[in-house]
Nanobody
């Protein structure tokens, strides 16, 4: 199983980024997907999650109204659209796939919000 994130980079406060997570080696439509992030010196935290069908989403309070998670079960891809970025959004963002007791992680992509 591979989860490959892309789309990270440096963005100014107030800017936007769209990350991608492309999955392979699993039946993507059977997995709940989520994004986590980890800032230096902090624990990894859940940012957003989406069920296997895409019918339900969940967001951390800190990103509600600014981030939107979506998925394409044909392309085996998950996306967060991140708007109105703040310096506190700076972190490594990880893609996560879960089905019952199976958990898989991507390698992470760095997002830096700075002027």
């Amino acid at each position: 199983v591979q989860l490959v994130e892309s789309g990270g980079g440096l963005v100014q406060p107030g800017g936007s980024l769209r990350l991608s997570c492309v999955a392979s080696g699993l039946t993507f439509r059977n997995y709940d997907m989520s994004w986590y992030r980890q800032a230096p010196g902090k624990e990894r935290e859940l940012v957003a999650a989406i069920t296997s069908t895409g019918g339900s989403t969940n967001y951390a309070d800190s990103v509600k109204g600014r981030f939107t998670i979506s998925r394409d079960n044909v392309k085996y891809t998950m996306y967060p659209q991140m708007n109105s970025l703040k310096p506190e959004d700076t972190a490594v963002y990880y893609c996560h796939a879960q089905r019952i007791l199976l958990h898989y992680w991507g390698q992470g992509t760095q997002v830096t919000v700075s002027s």
